[in-house]
């Protein structure tokens, strides 16, 4: 890695391609389980880090790198959504292999079975396109790669009231989807 | 039972989280403790959470790092530098596009892109007859192997490259009704006739095999759609033309087969005396990416 860049020192002691190196992972992730797709997660992250580039003149490390790395990408993201859902893709017939619509939960498993690593992987990415982009972030966030309260009021700027309303309903709703496996998962 | 929170998901959300208040909690607990429906939430929220906690990472891949950084590079935006500077830069730019674009007005009309892009893979059918026939304004060059232009290379897709030979272009003869000339070639297309009689002129079918290209040809479909994502490593796309020498075109079905893709359509003559539809100049289908295309015109 190089740490003599000086196209990227934009701020003292603040590389951006450090930056990249140390979250840029983190970043992939937080894309992926938000749009459940490897190949647009990537593209989000490449838009997350060009943004973040562009203004990175801006960030004074008031916060930490990764709340507005963050904050770019779930921004990214909601616009994608926003964007597909007014202008959806015209075509005979496509078979993109990662397309598939929303596929619900198998109705009660039987009591002995014993959920494999992917099938559980497979059942929360399930669970997340159940939710709406703010819940599903906070979930992310939170229950996944367990950030604090504060971290998650940072990324959204919202209050700590709101992510806990929206937390509290986001768990609801898994609460739904999931009771035929909580048996299981108990 | 305390009805101010018995039940009360986001109460009990934050309770599992410690995020009450010292006094809230040891109340929220001792009602918990004594309340069945209670426990149970708090139980199924536990297990969700273990269920997501254990939600394993993805690994974007070796060198992720360095292609984001590289992009990032490429684009060369600025970055720290005085808000001046960026507004000079930018009306500077934006004063070179308009003179690009009052360049470009200037001069005369530009074709359409499609007609000049030899860049496109075209199939010729060969038994047209000549008068029902509608050349594009360059004459398209007739080989026994079809143009096909190397597009944009993935690691794993073997690129494609055919030479081009000139040949002249031969007037088309019906030697029968079912006489049928046939055009292989690898990346090429072919063209067999059904059983039936008279042989339609065969449209000049598309096959499409990187993104240039794709981004051309969805530029004469005059929509305002954005461009429908392909990934040309496992995918090609067929363009039929919707109408051509008099005739309207239409997609039946695609099958496939090893090493082989059928595009099936059918002819419906136009009619002066029926209503006109509007169609986009080509009907469009993605479909897995094979060698050879074949089109098959049916009843």
Same mark, same amino acid.
């Given at each position: ?12 002691? &603040?590389? #951006? ?9 983190? %970043? ?30 801006? #960030? ?29 893709? #015209?075509? &005979? ?8 619509? #929303? ?24 669970? &997340?396109?159940? &939710?709406?982009?703010?819940?599903? /972030? ?24 709101? %992510?806990?309303?929206? /937390? ?16 299981? /998962?108990? | ?47 969700? @959470? @273990? ?22 590079? !490429? ?16 009306? +500077? ?13 200037? @001069? ?6 499609? !007609? ?24 398209? !060059?007739?080989?026994? =192997?079809?143009?096909? +232009? ?7 897709? *073997? ?8 040949? !002249?272009? =031969? ?9 049928? =000339?046939?055009?292989?070639? @690898?990346?090429?297309?072919?063209? *067999? ?18 993104? =240039? ?9 005059? +929509? ?45 003559? +136009? ?29």
């Amino acid at each position: 890695m190089n740490t003599n860049a000086p196209d990227f020192e934009v701020t003292p002691g &603040l590389n #951006f391609e450090n930056v990249v190196y140390q979250e840029g992972k983190k %970043v992939y992730n937080l894309a992926y389980r938000l749009c459940g797709n490897s190949e647009e997660a990537k593209d989000i992250v490449q838009e997350t880090f060009m943004k973040a580039y562009e203004n990175f003149h801006r #960030f004074q490390g008031k916060s930490q790198v990764f709340t507005y790395l963050y904050r770019i990408t779930f921004n990214i993201w909601k616009n994608r959504i926003r964007y597909k859902n007014r202008h959806p893709i #015209f075509s &005979l017939q496509h078979n993109g292999p990662e397309e598939k619509a #929303f596929d619900p939960p198998d109705p009660a498993p039987p009591p002995d079975k014993i959920l494999e690593t992917e099938e559980k992987s497979s059942l929360v990415k399930k669970c &997340l396109e159940s &939710l709406d982009p703010a819940e599903r /972030l906070i979930i992310v966030m939170r229950d996944i790669e367990g950030k604090s309260y504060e971290e998650i009021t940072r990324v959204l700027n919202c209050r700590l009231g709101t %992510v806990k309303s929206r /937390l509290a309903r986001a768990r609801g709703r898994l609460r739904e989807i999931l009771s035929p496996h909580l048996k299981i /998962l108990k | 039972m305390n009805k101010n929170f018995c039940k009360n998901q986001e109460v009990l959300s934050a309770y599992l989280d410690g995020m009450l208040p010292e006094e809230r909690k040891s109340r929220v607990k001792g009602h918990v403790e004594s309340c069945p429906e209670c426990s149970q939430i708090i139980r199924e929220m536990e297990a969700i @959470r @273990r269920l997501l906690a254990e939600y394993p990472e993805k690994d974007p891949g070796v060198g992720f790092e360095t292609a984001v950084l590289n992009q990032v590079k !490429e684009r060369g935006l600025p970055v720290s530098f005085r808000n001046w500077s960026r507004r000079i830069s930018y009306s +500077l730019g934006g004063l070179a596009l308009f003179l690009i674009i009052l360049v470009l007005v200037q @001069r005369p009309s530009i074709q359409p892109p499609l !007609e000049k892009d030899k860049s496109l893979e075209l199939s010729r059918m060969v038994t047209a007859e000549k008068e029902n026939s509608t050349l594009p304004a360059t004459k398209p !060059e007739i080989s026994d =192997k079809s143009v096909v +232009l190397p597009g944009e290379v993935y690691p794993d897709q *073997k690129s494609v490259k055919l030479k081009t030979e000139k040949q !002249e272009v =031969k007037q088309p003869e019906l030697a029968s009704e079912t006489a049928v =000339k046939k055009e292989t070639a @690898r990346g090429g297309i072919a063209l *067999k006739s059904t059983d039936g009689p008279a042989i339609h002129p065969a449209p000049q079918n598309i096959v499409i095999r990187n993104k =240039k290209d794709w981004e051309g040809i969805w530029l004469t479909q005059n +929509l305002t759609l954005p461009l429908p994502k392909v990934d040309f490593r496992k995918q090609m796309v067929i363009a039929v033309p919707s109408i051509q020498n008099g005739q309207e075109y239409q997609v039946i079905k695609t099958e496939e087969k090893e090493n082989l893709t059928i595009v099936y359509y059918q002819v419906i003559p +136009l009619n002066k005396d029926t209503a006109q539809t509007i169609l986009p100049p080509y009907q469009i289908k993605i479909v897995n990416t094979q060698p050879i295309v074949e089109f098959q015109q049916v009843k």
